[in-house]
């Protein structure tokens, strides 16, 4: 299909996503987050795609926010509808049946923050910057780092970002865990599509498995969790790829994995 506000490529098994719209900061109105939720339906099913990376247009900004001025419109019926628009388009990527990194070229901010965060892995370019500064402007965050944020950092941390609004640096989001790596802004694609393609090279249903037991683990206690991912290894025992990959590693070949 065609799309106004993203760009979406393929290759070799590796989705590019590019929200653009450069001239507003790729910032989010809902049309763009719409946009998002139907691409990332779309990779569900594409079995061709084993790793997405989602980027923003520019080198200024992966995404600078949720678009003030269309918020500026809403009554407060709507922006809550916004919030849950946001909350769904970005649970969709945190709950994609592939791995989803964020190569962050710019201002995250806001809704941009969110964003990444809904990513499973977060690569920024060294001129990055971080923060949800929505307390400045009298409202709350909305498209989830009030619940994720938490999460990824500790409590802390996170209520110190929320409640001050301040920017962060590249740098400091590595330290403070919300980011996996920072580095020159030239190489960030490059680096990210390496890191997808090394993804891409092990058996897809393997690397889906242990999404899922991640992220359902999350919301179990210990034991629970245990059991849990017990359960999924089982599930990875009756499939082609366990057999294609026991065999390769035993005959020294590299496996040829084909997701089933």
Not at 84 to 101: C, D, M, T
Not at 182 to 192: H, I, R, T, W
């Amino acid at each position: 299909m065609g799309w106004n506000n993203i760009l979406l490529e393929k290759d070799n098994g590796i989705a590019i996503l590019t929200v653009n719209r450069p001239d507003v900061l790729n910032a989010l109105d809902a049309d763009t987050l719409l946009e998002v939720g139907l691409a990332m339906d779309q990779l569900d099913q594409d079995d061709e795609v084993r790793v997405v990376i989602i980027t923003g247009a520019g080198n200024k900004a992966f995404v600078a926010g949720a678009d003030i001025a269309f918020m500026q419109k809403l009554k407060p019926m709507e922006s809550k509808n916004f919030s849950r628009l946001g909350q769904k388009v970005f649970s969709k990527i945190e709950n994609l049946s592939k791995p989803v990194i964020a190569a962050v070229n710019g201002f995250a901010l806001g809704g941009g923050c969110e964003f990444a965060m809904a990513c499973d892995i977060r690569i920024a370019s060294e001129n990055a910057k971080f923060g949800q500064p929505e307390v400045s402007l009298g409202i709350n965050a909305g498209f989830g780092a009030t619940q994720r944020l938490p999460r990824l950092v500790n409590p802390g941390i996170a209520k110190e970002m929320l409640f001050t609004g301040d920017y962060y640096s590249a740098e400091a989001a590595e330290r403070m865990g919300l980011i996996n790596h920072v580095v020159p802004g030239a190489e960030l694609m490059k680096y990210c599509i390496n890191m997808a393609k090394r993804i891409a090279a092990r058996g897809p249903i393997a690397v889906q498995l242990t999404k899922e037991a991640i992220n359902d683990g999350l919301e179990m206690d210990l034991e629970k969790g245990f059991l849990h991912e017990a359960n999924i290894f089982g599930v990875a025992f009756s499939t082609e790829d366990r057999d294609e990959g026991f065999a390769s590693y035993l005959d020294k070949r590299k496996p040829e994995f084909k997701g089933k």
